[in-house]
């Protein structure tokens, strides 16, 4: 359940007629949501802008995958590119937005999400890339991990994909937007009180107005 | 001129040991199935391979895994793969992780002639470590290198017999660049046509980056995660 409130929350961020690059895993289930009446173009780093959805059996192709290796579909008005140009396109900052998942993020804005010291390294794929590049990054996550601490730091422990690269946090209990000024809680999820917050943040944060009203 | 071979195991006849070969695909999409296979088959160790990827436990690159032929692997994620993890445990196997756009775009330095150039991907993290930070207009870049490969392995859809290329959908991926970057590109396709059948506003790859083609038959184009509508 938790999940479904972070999802729902994530689609707000897409607008109309937005590029997006949505994240291998969780953030992959956000392209089912999106409005029908929403004109969004998906890209998919391995060399196709305007992903269409999962293909019936007899359309299967091998040769149209997106960047979890799944078969997918090109929709109408697609586009097929090979990865330097997929990546001249996220880097040369072409794409709206990212929405990506998360291990931590840091009350600067920092995100970790590719590696963890002591298990196999996977590699970061376009990660570091998508961070550098996309006009705004949206990190997705639970806000504490299966011990109970805080995934929401003053500082990440684990190596980093991006510094002072976060532009918006979702979690199943709050939003935050990160700027020049720092971190600033923005909404709670429903049915969150601020002091659920607090208590299970470790990062320092300012409080949105709007917020300080309704506790 | 024709630039077609016949035999696979003849156009890597000059693979040596310790070669850096640069091969195309994503995941095991557009992956040159046949040449993987014949490297494989003449044995050739100590292979420095430079791939997004490094394929599965039992097909593509990993069949390279399997017979102990990479030591040093430049690619993006290797996440699919339980030997590759057995063999850097153990040490066998050397990685250097690279960007997805940073490994793209040094493939295509690489091919285009460019040395080096400066990126904003990785600055502040482990990759950055050791390399060239330099300011432009405020914000902070590393300097990347090119790569040029003694051979490079690609797979398209079509060619002619000057080697011009047309991929397909999402299987063109890395090949592009892969084909400008190698000193000897070796090519595999689906299909072989005669000169001036292609539309020259069609072309994706010119021949003039290619020095053999080769036709595969029967490839297998396996799929990592088949995912369909209502499943």
């Known amino acids: 359940m938790k999940r479904q409130q972070i999802l729902e929350r994530a689609v707000k961020e897409i607008q109309d007629g937005m590029c997006v690059n949505l994240g291998i895993g969780m953030p992959t289930l956000i392209a089912n949501m999106i409005p029908n009446d929403f004109n969004v173009m998906l890209q998919s780093e391995n060399g196709l802008l305007g992903i269409g959805p999962y293909p019936q059996k007899d359309e299967v192709d091998p040769d149209l995958i997106n960047a979890g290796k799944e078969t997918v579909t090109a929709k109408a008005g697609a586009s097929f590119f090979d990865s330097a140009e997929s990546f001249a396109m996220i880097r040369g900052g072409h794409i709206d937005l990212a929405i990506l998942g998360g291990m931590e993020v840091s009350e600067n804005g920092d995100l970790a999400n590719w590696m963890i010291p002591g298990k196999m390294v996977k590699g970061m794929g376009g990660a570091m890339d998508l961070v550098q590049g996309a006009k705004r990054i949206v990190v997705i996550m639970d806000h504490v991990n299966k011990h109970g601490e805080s995934k929401v730091k003053k500082n990440c422990s684990l190596p980093l994909t991006g510094e002072k690269v976060v532009h918006c946090l979702i979690t199943e209990l709050a939003v935050f937007q990160f700027t020049e000024a720092g971190m600033e809680l923005l909404e709670l999820q429903n049915g969150v009180t601020l002091d659920e917050v607090k208590s299970k943040t470790e990062a320092e944060f300012t409080i949105s107005p709007s917020i300080e009203i309704r506790a | ?231």
Not at chain 2, 86 to 91: A, E, K
Not at chain 2, 120 to 140: I, L, M, Y
């Open chain 2, 1 to 231: 001129m024709s630039k077609l071979l016949t035999s696979f195991d003849n156009a890597i006849e000059r693979i040596e040991d310790g070669a850096t070969i640069i091969v195309g695909g994503f995941g095991l999409s557009g992956i040159p199935e046949k040449l993987i296979i014949a490297l494989r088959n003449k044995g050739v160790k100590d292979l420095t391979i430079v791939s997004n990827n490094c394929g599965v436990d039992d097909w593509g690159l990993g069949l390279l895994l399997e017979n102990k032929q990479i030591k040093k692997m430049i690619a993006s994620y290797v996440g699919e793969n339980k030997l590759f993890e057995q063999q850097f445990l153990s040490g066998e196997l050397e990685v250097e992780l690279v960007p997805q756009g940073t490994l793209a775009e040094r493939l295509r330095a690489g091919g285009a002639g460019i040395p080096a150039f400066y990126t904003a991907t990785g600055v502040g993290t482990e990759v950055a470590k050791g390399k060239e930070h330099k300011e432009f207009d405020g914000r902070t870049y590393i300097m990347e290198k090119g790569i040029v490969g003694d051979f490079a392995f690609v797979k398209a859809w079509k060619a002619d017999h000057f080697g011009n290329l047309v991929y397909r959908k999402t299987a063109r991926n890395f090949n592009p660049v892969v084909a400008t970057a190698g000193k000897v590109t070796l090519v595999e396709v689906e299909e072989l046509v005669g000169i001036g059948e292609l539309d020259p506003d069609d072309i994706h790859t010119s021949g003039v980056y290619v020095q053999k083609v080769l036709v595969g038959n029967d490839y297998e184009k396996r799929i990592e995660k088949l995912t369909t509508a209502n499943a």
